[in-house]
């Protein structure tokens, strides 16, 4: 562990307005007709299976990842989301696994997407995704207008994310920096301590 000291950008900021949410998912379902008709989506295995242990002494395992064929990323950013659904419980959670990748038109036509790491829920219920993107403006407004969708399915209070500016998402679960020694340990949940292959 160790590394450069880390640039929490945004977190957990307030939605965008409705009506520009729901026009910014309904684009980005349009354009992800267009990634499948130019074959641009793929879904790599090599990190599914591999266990993240975080900060706040929960893990979770990658059982999904979803990759935009595109040109490196110029300005990267790592951004992490969470939340906890609701009505969702012992074999549902397999249920849910299953069909998520229906929700996949949601998030890859959103402008400056690379890509994204599915991770199954952890010991207090709750999903993450950790995603790369180009431009962490761009991956702040995209975390702004998923609130609105997962508004619908989970309690508001469980929806988080963090933005961190000028970080590849392979480097810095590979080498993730310490948490500052006064954090709280809730306030770490997003932040990878360790990740590797499935314990």
């Avoid at 307005?17 to 379902?29: F, K, T």
């Avoid at 991770?119 to 999903?127: I, P, Q, S």
Wanted: proline letters at 7%; one cysteine or more; aromatic letters at 12%.
């Amino acid at each position: 562990m160790g590394g450069t000291s880390e640039s929490l950008t945004f977190g957990d900021r307030p939605p965008l307005e409705l009506l520009y949410a729901v026009r910014a998912v309904g684009r980005s379902v349009v354009w992800t007709g267009a990634l499948f008709g130019g074959r641009r989506l793929r879904q790599p295995k090599t990190r599914v299976g591999e266990t993240v242990h975080f900060a706040d002494g929960t893990e979770a395992n990658v059982y999904r990842e979803t990759v935009v064929r595109r040109p490196p990323s110029q300005a990267p950013a790592v951004l992490v989301v969470t939340f906890r659904l609701r009505w969702i419980r012992g074999r549902a959670h397999a249920v849910f696994r299953a069909e998520s990748v229906f929700n996949t038109p949601l998030f890859v036509g959103f402008p400056g997407f690379v890509s994204k790491l599915w991770l199954t829920h952890d010991e207090r219920g709750r999903y993450r995704g950790i995603y790369e993107w180009d431009d962490s403006t761009l991956a702040d407004s995209y975390a702004r207008a998923l609130w609105w969708v997962l508004a619908l399915v989970c309690p508001r209070e469980t929806i988080r994310y963090t933005v961190l500016a000028g970080r590849r998402r392979d480097d810095w679960l590979s080498n993730p920096d310490r948490p500052p020694v006064t954090a709280k340990p809730d306030g770490n949940w997003w932040r990878p301590v360790r990740a590797g292959a499935g314990d």
